[in-house]
Nanobody
Framework: VQLQASGGGLVQAGGSLRLSCAAS????????MGWFRQAPGKEREFVATIAPGGSSGPITRVTDTAKGRFTISRDNGENTVYLQMNSLKPADTAVYYC?????????????WGQGTQVTVSS
């Protein structure tokens, strides 16, 4: 599956952004999808993941530092996963990557998008 992330930009602290990740070339609805980020000088870290789906809706995971501010969702009809980011902080500044796993919430993440820059000014 090929992934294309978009939606990054420059925003003031307290603002919002919505990232999108469009998938092609695979069965999107069967993949666990994730968002990760990498700040300058730091390792890439988990942000949020979402399961393929279920009768009660897909199970999601969000990193503790983003709970209550970030929401991950997916539209299987549009082959797209979203990351809604509210109440952004300068510490959220990073390149954000989407990824796909055909195994679980915990990877392995075999497929990666190209990244989109998010910059939060204070």
């Amino acid at each position: 599956v090929q992934l294309q992330a978009s939606g990054g930009g420059l925003v003031q602290a307290g603002g919002s952004l919505r990232l999108s990740c469009a998938a092609s070339g695979g069965t999107f609805s069967s993949y666990y999808m994730g968002w990760f980020r990498q700040a300058p000088g730091k390792e890439r870290e988990f942000v949020a993941t979402i399961a393929p789906g279920g009768s009660s809706g897909p199970i999601t995971r969000v990193t503790d530092t983003a709970k209550g501010r970030f929401t991950i969702s997916r539209d299987n009809g549009e082959n797209t996963v979203y990351l809604q980011m509210n109440s952004l902080k300068p510490a959220d500044t990073a390149v954000y990557y989407c990824a796909a796993s055909d195994v679980s919430h915990y990877g392995p993440w075999r497929h990666w998008g190209q990244g989109t820059q998010v910059t939060v000014s204070s």
